[in-house]
Every structure is written in C-alpha cells, then in structure tokens.
C-alpha cells in the first residue's frame, strides 16, 4: 500500500506544484487577460521571466535532486509556490507578475523538479519505466483535470449565465478566488508529500558530489538528442495553453464555456499517458515518440487551414482532440528515453537537469514568439499562424527521433566490438 501511496503523492504534488503558474493561465486564459488587463504578449513575457529563471535552476536543481531526499525537496517547493499565490491574489501589474514569476521559475523548477523525476525513475525499477512516467502523467492530468474542474464551477459562481455580461468586479472576484483555490491546493499537496514520501534517513541522503556528474553528461550526444526531442514536444504542449483562447476567439464562446471545454479536455491526459507508457515499454519509447510526432504534423496542417466557415466545427474539435491526445502521451514517455538510453542510475538527476535545461526553453520563448504571431493577426488568423509554426516544430521532432534512433544503433554496434 505504501508503494501506492508514494506515486500518488508524486502525482498530485507533481500536477499541483504548476496550478498556480500554469493552471491560471491555460484554462482561464481569457478571464486573467481581461482582469489584468494583460496583451497576449504581455502575458507571453510574464512567461519568458518564468522560463529565464526555470531554465538557470534545471541543472543545478538535477544535481540537488542527487544529493537531497524527495521529501524534503517536493514540501519546500510547493509551500513556497503557495506564497506566491497569495501575493498574485493581489492582482499584481505586469512588472510585478514577472517578479512572480520569476520567483515561481526558482520555486518550481530547482526545488522540485529533478526530485520529480529521480523519485519517479526509481519507482519504476529496471522493467517499468515506461509505465512508471506514464503512470505520472496519467495521474497529473486526472488532478489537473478535477482541480481545474471544480475551479471553473467557482469562476461560475461569480459570473452571471450570460458570462459577457459580467460586471469588472464579478470578474476580479472570480479570479482572485482560483487563484486562492490553487494557493490552498498547494499548501495541502505539501502536507501530504511530507507526510506521505517516506525520509530515506541520513545515511542515504550523504552522497558524493553530484556536480561532476554535468559534465559526464554534456559530453553525451544522446542526452542532447533527448534534449531537442523534449524541445518539441515541449513546444506542443505550451501550445494547448492557448485552446482556451482559440474557443472564444475562433469557435465563438464565452470565457465560462472555454474554461469548461479546456477542463474536460484534460481528461484526455490521462487515457493519452497511460496507454502511451504501457505502449513504450511494449515497443520502445523512441518508435511511440516518433509516431506521435507524425501525428502532429498532420493534425495541426488540418488545424492551420480549419475553420468554422468553411469546415464543420465537430472536424475542428476532433483535431484538437487528436493533437492534445498526442501531446500528452508524448510527455508521458520522454524521461522513459532514460532507461532506454541506458543512462546510468546514479547520474540521473544530472540527466534529467540537463535534458530539461535544454528541453524546456521553450518556457523562455515560446510564449513571447506565440502572444506576438496572435496579437499581430488578431482572430482566425492568428491561430492558423500559430498552428503552421507547430508543423514546422512537429516535423522538427520527427528528425531529432531518427537522430536518436542513429545514436543509439551507433553505441549498439561500439558496444558489440
């Protein structure tokens, strides 16, 4: 039971350490750039400070990870987090947001996430760990999914059914009182990873330096191509952050309708990361990647020329489907590529700092490059900008997969001679 216990508070504190940065945004999108009176790239900048920060702390918080135990790293960082959440319930300016974020970049990111993955890695031993990463992922979105859920029926509350008709104080409100929501959800999550997360004693927790460990893995091609496929897959998922926007500026609803639609979409994570974790350890992580890549490519050239008028809106909300089920089943198995590429157990939080230093740039620019493609066409034609520029990425993943794939049949055939 205590096996269960343990990746379900991974879970949960894995989802909910990112409620307060990313949850506000990419399933309440339109209503924190009304009460903020934020610009699309405004808010694309508020992001790039997160991802400044976010991506100084992936290596030094991968090699923390080698040295501290999960417990005491996953608490510190969410009751952290949720300061900040108390602060942002002030409805700060766009100059003091992106000290939020900032600060938020440090707490999330060289606090938690190496201890993530290394807890999560070591959960699914030797034979697992497709399973194991898909199993995170699976249960990420079930509480990103529920949370967000419950949120939306208290962003409900406060508007009237005519959602365009609500007052500027209703809508303030409303907000301010998700954004307490996430704050009490991560103040909890880190009673029960404290509680939860067994302390592996004093013994365990001295380990040599880390620090060494960089510079064995900057040396590695096949990290770096882990890295490139993490940058693309990356990219997709920041995109679905703004499907939210897209059903109110393109499919014609209303904030309350567009939060609810990217709420029930979240469901889809779950159902995409398992099936992609178990699919993965049956036929290898490297070839499901691949696929899903494909995947994109096709669905958002459909997206890129898809609209209302011109095609049937059920055509439109398939896609979207398809896209965020390839999307998540992608970050369901890339750290799997860890047990695949045989990187060894004791420098994986030194990986795992590096893959995601590289991987998760586009924290820094994808935001600031999207806000700017939809705020200089604003509407229908903006998205389909945007979704061009996911094909060119897509395909960009299907290239760096085959470089993979190069690499590894290359150390096959030096380990053979």
């Known amino acids: 039971m205590s096996r269960y216990l343990y990746i379900a508070a991974l879970v949960v504190a894995g989802e909910m350490v990112f409620g307060l940065p990313f949850h506000t945004a990419r399933f309440f999108r339109p209503t924190l750039l009304e009460v903020l009176s934020f610009t699309n790239t405004q808010l694309g900048d508020v992001f790039a400070v997160y991802g400044v920060t976010a991506m100084l702390s992936y290596f030094p918080g991968g090699a923390l990870a080698d040295r501290f135990s999960a417990r005491f790293l996953l608490t510190a960082s969410l009751v952290a987090t949720g300061c900040g959440g108390l602060y942002m319930a002030t409805l700060p300016g766009p100059f ?75 809508r303030r409100n409303g907000f301010r009182m998700i954004v307490l929501g996430y704050t009490t959800v991560a103040f909890a999550v880190a009673a029960l990873t404290w509680f939860v997360i067994p302390d592996p004693g004093q013994d365990s927790r001295v380990r040599h330096n880390p620090f060494p460990n960089m510079a064995i893995v900057i040396r590695q091609p096949i990290v770096w191509a882990q890295a490139a496929i993490v940058i693309c897959a990356y990219c997709c998922f920041k995109a679905s952050d703004y499907y939210s926007l897209y059903a109110v500026q393109v499919l014609g609803m209303n904030e309350v309708e567009a939060a609810r639609l990217a709420s029930h979409a ?10 992609a974790g178990l699919i993965a350890d049956r036929f290898a992580a490297t070839r499901s990647i691949g696929l899903a890549f494909v995947i994109l490519v096709m669905v958002y050239a459909v997206l890129s020329v898809s609209m209302p008028d011109t095609i049937a809106a059920a055509f439109i909300y398939l896609n979207l489907g398809i896209s965020l089920f390839a999307v998540f089943a992608l970050r369901g198995i890339y750290f799997a590529l860890l047990q695949e590429t045989r990187t060894p157990r004791h420098i994986t939080g030194a990986a795992v700092g590096m893959i995601s230093l590289v991987g998760y740039t586009p924290e820094v620019f994808f935001a600031p490059v999207a806000g700017r493609i939809l705020d200089a066409t604003p509407g229908p034609g903006g998205f389909q900008n945007l979704f061009l520029l996911l094909v060119a990425i897509a395909v960009l993943g299907v290239i760096f997969v085959a470089w993979l794939l190069w690499l590894k049949r290359n150390n096959l055939r030096a380990e053979r001679v």
């Not at 999330?108 to 995170?136: D, H």
């Open 96 to 170: 003091q947001m992106a000290l939020l974020y900032g600060f938020w970049g440090v707490t999330t990111i060289f606090l938690f996430w190496g201890a993530l993955i290394r807890a999560t890695r070591e959960w699914g031993g030797q034979s697992a760990q497709g399973a194991a990463f898909g199993v995170l992922e699976a249960g990420r979105g079930v509480a990103a999914a529920v949370v967000s859920s419950a949120m939306v029926v208290v962003l409900a509350w406060y508007l009237p059914e005519e959602a365009s008709l609500a007052t500027e104080e209703a």
């Open 266 to 275: 979240a469901y889809i994570r779950p159902v995409a990361a398992l099936s």
